[in-house]
């Protein structure tokens, strides 16, 4: 069975570009998470997806983020335009509504803003 | 902000000798998670303990709960090379009416041969 996916691996782009980080969930899980890790720390919720509603997106910075999961599989996260401040990795994951609870993640897009 | 904070932040141990790792929380939960993650991958699940279980066993890894004192620890037994990584608490509970899987900042461990 196929992991989570996620591309591109690595992005460098200079201030006040956009940016796009697309993900695919393990097929079958409902749920999809996109977290923000910055060095040295542990994931930050940006956002989760029951199948395509936004069901949590309080900690994700409107004013330049966006994401969407059109017909409730793939996501792509946003940043238009990006600062500085947003280099860091970009982690998806996604679960199954088991009563596992378990969390399966992508190896993370890289992303560093010049 | 993260609920999770772990102690210590870094760990160096030689092979064979067992690690442990602390994470204490601030509110109540419904689970605690542990997750491991090496070098430039994400993260990888290791083991679930309910807010009603004390102790919880797999393979070389041990953990405990306690909910009085909000605060578990994990016990990796006869370390290897490859147990080198990060790992991560989890805390699984309700933050502000959502349900949330918040982070600790992690503990490095270092399994010299």
């Known amino acids: 069975e196929a992991g989570v996916v996620q591309s591109p691996r690595y992005k460098i782009i200079e201030k006040k570009q956009p940016v796009a980080f697309w993900c695919n969930p393990i097929?079958?899980?409902?749920?999809l998470y996109w977290y923000l890790q910055n060095l040295g720390q542990g994931p930050e919720l940006l956002i989760r997806?029951?199948?395509?509603?936004?069901?949590?997106d309080s900690q994700l910075p409107k004013d330049r983020f966006s994401a969407e999961r059109l017909k409730g599989v793939d996501s792509t996260l946003k940043i238009q335009p990006a600062e500085l401040g947003d280099s860091a990795v970009y982690l998806c994951?996604?679960?199954?509504?088991?009563?596992?609870?378990?969390?399966?993640f992508g190896p993370g897009t890289r992303l560093t803003v010049l | 902000s993260q609920q999770g904070e772990e102690d210590p932040q870094a760990l160096s141990i030689q092979e064979g000798e067992n690690a442990t790792m602390n994470c204490s929380y601030k509110?109540?939960?419904?689970?605690l998670q542990w997750y491991r993650q090496n070098s430039g991958r994400g993260l990888v699940h290791l083991i679930l303990?309910?807010?009603?279980?004390r102790e919880k066993h797999s393979g070389r890894l041990r953990v405990t709960l306690d909910t009085s004192k909000k605060s578990s620890s994990l016990l990796i037994t006869a370390s290897r090379a490859a147990d080198t990584a990060s790992y991560f608490c989890?805390?699984?509970?309700?933050?502000?009416?959502?349900?949330?899987?918040?982070f600790g900042q992690g503990t490095r461990l270092t399994i010299n041969p």
């Open positions: 997806y029951e199948n395509e509603e936004a069901v949590d």
């Open positions: 097929s079958g899980h409902n749920t």
């Open positions: 509110t109540s939960i419904n689970n």
């Open positions: 303990i309910r807010s009603n279980e």
């Open positions: 994951a996604s679960s199954v509504r088991d009563g596992n609870n378990e969390q399966f």
């Open positions: 989890a805390t699984e509970g309700v933050i502000q009416g959502a349900q949330k899987l918040v």
